[in-house]
């Protein structure tokens, strides 16, 4: 039986944004908590849900680029090259905030991170509600991001006014944030659109900056981010016997992310991921989620290639 907090009535949904309320909404990256990013009361309500702290700006999400002017000032030519690219979908670009835009938003800043989802329940209710949603991920701050409609319901249910139900989300993990605020383009955090990828769209390459980042502060750039409950640990494939020896000799109950294949023991219990960055994006959130569920002492996740950008910036943070 649905839980009566999730839903698929998008003119409800609506109607709750447009009185001021909270509903979270499906992306393709993962679920957002979403507001009327013109309503300052409404977007406060976000960050009592979340427990986020007030100087850390939101992602406002468009239906359309044909808005961007709306909502950013001086946006140059190279970001409506991204735009054509990869909009709808899951890319970010950070931009100077328009005057009318609340500071609350933007976390006194003077820029605006903008976003046009591709998942279609996103979109259909973006364009009946006519305006920007700020919408940052569905969950506790700092903590691991929902990719489901029940996810949300267990981290932040009794805030939030209806969850709108949309699968499992696509890509899985948070946008690629490309900042055009400054006069060097860069990437403040790495997604599954890749570095490379844009560097190809802007004809020049482009620094992922991301832990190194001061201002403007973005979403998920805190060293300690999409984190488990439980202690976790990011260890090379060939430490990983030692590790297990030693927490096994001290009686510690172990959870084993990898992947590359890890059988159970007596003492361990291994949620094996597919070998390929898609695949793995995909169910990783889920995974921490399982691994967090069965109450273990510690978790160990093994280290995934270098090229995996956007995935082993989430496992970095998720460990630190």
């Known amino acids: 039986?649905?839980?009566?907090?999730?839903?698929?009535?998008?003119?409800?949904?609506?109607?709750?944004?447009?009185?001021?309320?909270?509903?979270?909404?499906?992306?393709?990256?993962?679920?957002?908590?979403?507001?009327?990013?013109?309503?300052?009361?409404?977007?406060?309500?976000?960050?009592?849900?979340?427990?986020?702290?007030?100087?850390?700006?939101?992602?406002?999400?468009?239906?359309?680029?044909?808005?961007?002017?709306d909502w950013a000032i001086d946006v140059p030519a190279e970001a409506y090259r991204l735009f054509d690219a990869f909009w709808p979908g899951p890319l970010t670009v950070i931009c100077k905030k328009a005057p009318k835009i609340n500071d609350i938003v933007t976390g006194g800043q003077d820029t605006i991170g903008l976003r046009v989802p591709a998942h279609p329940i996103a979109q259909a209710l973006l364009t009946a509600f006519g305006g920007g949603l700020a919408a940052p991920s569905a969950n506790k701050f700092g903590r691991i991001s929902p990719t489901t409609a029940e996810h949300v319901f267990a981290e932040v249910g009794n805030e939030v006014d209806l969850i709108l139900e949309g699968g499992r989300a696509e890509v899985g993990i948070e946008s690629t944030i490309v900042d055009f605020s400054t006069k060097d383009t860069r990437i403040l955090r790495p997604g599954m659109i890749s570095s490379h990828a844009i560097s190809r769209i802007?004809?020049?390459?482009?620094?992922?900056?991301?832990?190194?980042?001061?201002?403007?502060?973005?979403?998920?750039?805190?060293?300690?981010?999409y984190a488990p409950r439980t202690p976790a640990e990011l260890i090379d494939i060939l430490d990983l016997p030692t590790r297990i020896a030693d927490l096994s000799q001290q009686g510690k109950?172990?959870?084993?992310?990898?992947?590359?294949?890890?059988?159970?023991?007596?003492?361990?219990?291994?949620?094996?991921?597919?070998?390929?960055?898609?695949?793995?994006?995909?169910?990783?959130?889920?995974?921490?989620?399982?691994?967090?569920?069965?109450?273990?002492?510690?978790?160990?996740?093994?280290?995934?290639?270098?090229?995996?950008?956007?995935?082993?910036?989430?496992?970095?943070?998720?460990?630190?």
């Not at 009361?41 to 359309?64: T, Y």
């Not at 390459?205 to 201002?215: A, R």
């Not at 070998?275 to 280290?303: F, H, V």
């Not at 995996?308 to 460990?319: H, P, Y």
């Open 253 to 320: 109950k172990l959870v084993i992310i990898s992947h590359l294949a890890i059988a159970n023991t007596g003492s361990q219990i291994s949620i094996n991921l597919p070998n390929n960055p898609l695949d793995y994006a995909y169910e990783i959130y889920a995974a921490l989620r399982e691994a967090d569920n069965l109450k273990a002492d510690r978790i160990l996740i093994t280290k995934v290639p270098e090229e995996w950008q956007a995935i082993l910036d989430r496992l970095n943070r998720a460990t630190y």
């Open 1 to 69: 039986m649905m839980n009566n907090k999730i839903s698929t009535d998008i003119e409800k949904a609506v109607s709750i944004l447009k009185a001021g309320g909270l509903v979270a909404i499906p992306t393709e990256t993962v679920y957002g908590l979403a507001a009327d990013a013109l309503n300052p009361e409404a977007v406060k309500k976000i960050f009592a849900a979340k427990g986020r702290p007030a100087d850390h700006p939101l992602i406002v999400h468009l239906n359309d680029a044909s808005q961007i002017e």
């Open 202 to 225: 802007l004809g020049y390459e482009i620094p992922i900056i991301g832990k190194q980042i001061s201002t403007p502060r973005v979403s998920g750039s805190l060293a300690s981010h």
